[in-house]
């Protein structure tokens, strides 16, 4: 199976050359690549071997594998997980215990260099590492040990990619992202609390489809998806620019529809693509559904007071003061702060 | 808990946007690309996933291109709609995955868009095919 290429497998199963065709144009699209990208990606499939991808797990909750299992998967995007060897996932394979561990060092040994790795979950430092071990082996050691015969590294969610909520405060078990450990291999960060399904099947998607990693902002997290913040897209965003905010979640504001910015939403300082892409096939997201943004997508997201205190009451991002007028005074400064959240991703990654 | 009512909770945004800005930029391009095809023989798309792409633009582009004389449906991996719109060589493209649901949508600018022509592969396979079916007709004496 590991020989044969992507095409091959598809064909495999009986997708025909306009499936193909369409399975190409889909990607593209998903990939936020541009239409002309579609030819290069059939290409590439027609030669790309079926990558393996190790999916470790430490600190966790595992709502990132729910996240991703639960979700309502449409035929391409299952296809292109189908098309995956996924060698090693101990949530989701069959095998545990030795067997299990045995799977993750022959899926190791038989693609060294070349291999995906995701990983989950934070990793703890305190006690030699030993708050959280597998099969006696430290999350700490496994990551090590599996991170160096890695061709790039994918961390799937805010755990992995910046300590989440194990690392908040008080940190009991001195838990950190994989970041902190490895310096020397490609890193991509797919924050959330979880992560949008959609967002990670993907770009595992764009490194099976172009062997390398997606564009990235100055934390880590690919371009595509994150780069606007939840304010940008927001549907609400007309009531924040004319002023009309909801201040509890029961007033006339709140039942009109308006901004949830003093209630809390964290939208304009949070970058990812809830406001487009949606969850649950779609469906809503927080404020969608009347809740304003946690920000979980964030690095120390937990940590930054409230959830319910207007971002201009708090310690979150470093344009309280500007937000904070902005809500005050309510029309047109919502375009600046805006603009200035831009500006201030564009230079981000600018200085990286 | 006895007095309490239900709540309408409209948490829908109140009307459009107000503007067709990408509508118009849209096709500006369309135009553009129209011309390289006439010109260099150059296909062109436009992924409209891509773009912020409100009800407004969807709108005055379903006005300005029209309904053109072929549509067809094409059922692989689940369905696509392929539409010619009124301006000769403008398609409008939709793939839905197997439950229905929108996995793209292109604005190709082609004589035909690829998903329609039967792949050659598929011809000669299909020759085998009825080939096969003759003979079997033959030798069953029909
Ligand atoms: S503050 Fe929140 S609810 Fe208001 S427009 Fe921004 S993202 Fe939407």
Redo the contacts between chains.
């Keep these: 199976m590991r020989d044969k290429t992507v095409l091959e497998l598809l064909q495999a199963r009986g997708?025909?050359?306009?499936?193909f065709?369409?399975?190409c144009?889909?990607t593209?699209?998903?990939l936020?690549l541009?239409?002309?990208a579609a030819a290069a990606i059939a290409e590439t499939l027609g030669k790309t071997r079926r990558p393996s991808v190790i999916w470790l797990s430490f600190q966790e909750c595992t709502g990132c594998t729910e996240s991703l299992t639960r979700a309502?998967l449409?035929?391409?995007e299952s296809?292109i997980f189908d098309a995956i060897s996924l060698d090693y996932h101990h949530t989701l394979q069959a095998a545990s215990g030795s067997a299990a561990e045995a799977a993750r060092e022959e899926a190791m040994k038989a693609a060294w260099g070349q291999y995906v790795l995701v990983v989950d979950g934070s990793i703890p430092l305190g006690e030699q590492g030993y708050y959280s071990a597998i099969a006696g082996v430290s999350n700490l050691e496994m990551l090590k040990e599996t991170a160096a015969g890695a061709a790039a590294i994918i961390n799937m969610g805010t755990c992995a990619a910046y300590g989440g909520i194990p690392q908040a405060n008080p940190n009991p078990t001195g838990a950190v992202p994989v970041s902190a450990i490895i310096k020397d291999k490609p890193i991509v960060n797919v924050p959330g609390c979880p992560p949008i399904p959609v967002v990670m099947t993907s770009v595992v998607a764009h490194y099976l489809t172009f062997g390398a990693v997606p564009e990235l902002d100055h934390l880590g997290r690919p371009k595509s998806f994150y780069g606007d913040t939840i304010h940008d897209?927001c549907?609400?965003?007309?009531?924040y620019d004319q002023g009309k905010f909801a201040t509890s979640f029961?007033d006339e504001g709140?039942?009109?529809?308006w901004c949830l910015y003093q209630l809390g939403c964290k939208g304009p300082t949070t970058y990812n693509a809830c406001a487009t892409v949606k969850w649950n096939?779609?469906t809503s997201f927080p404020i969608?559904?009347?809740h304003g943004c946690i920000g979980c997508s964030e690095p120390n997201f937990w940590d930054k007071g409230s959830f319910y205190q207007p971002l201009s009451a708090g310690i979150w991002g470093d344009r309280q003061a500007t937000l904070g007028t902005a809500a005050v005074a309510g029309a047109a400064v919502g375009a600046v702060a805006a603009a200035s959240t831009r500006i201030r991703q564009q230079h981000a990654s600018e200085e990286k | 808990m006895s007095d309490s009512k239900p709540?309408?909770?409209?948490?829908?945004?109140?009307g459009p946007?107000g503007d067709d800005m990408t509508g118009r930029a849209i096709l500006r391009q369309l135009e553009e690309l129209l011309a390289a095809l006439v010109e260099r023989d150059e296909p062109?798309?436009?992924?409209l996933?891509?773009l912020?792409f409100g009800p407004e633009d969807r709108q005055l582009l379903e006005e300005a291109l029209g309904e053109g004389e072929v549509e067809a449906e094409?059922e692989?991996?689940?369905p696509?709609r392929v539409r010619e719109t009124g301006i000769p060589g403008i398609w409008w493209v939709t793939?839905y995955?197997?439950?229905q649901?929108p996995?793209?949508?292109?604005l190709?600018v082609t004589y035909c868009p690829?998903?329609l022509i039967t792949?050659s592969?598929?011809a000669k396979e299909g020759l085998s095919a009825l080939r096969a079916r003759l003979f079997e007709s033959d030798h069953m004496g029909r």
């Design positions: 997708v025909s050359r306009r499936g065709l369409k399975f144009a889909t593209a699209s998903l936020a541009p239409p002309s309502h449409p035929t391409i296809l897209r549907y609400r965003r007309p009531f029961d709140a039942r009109n529809g096939d779609g969608q559904s009347g | 709540i309408d909770i409209p948490v829908l945004a109140l946007r062109g798309s436009i992924d996933r891509s912020p094409v692989s991996m689940g696509s793939h995955g197997s439950d649901q996995l793209a949508e292109l190709e690829e998903i792949p592969d598929a």
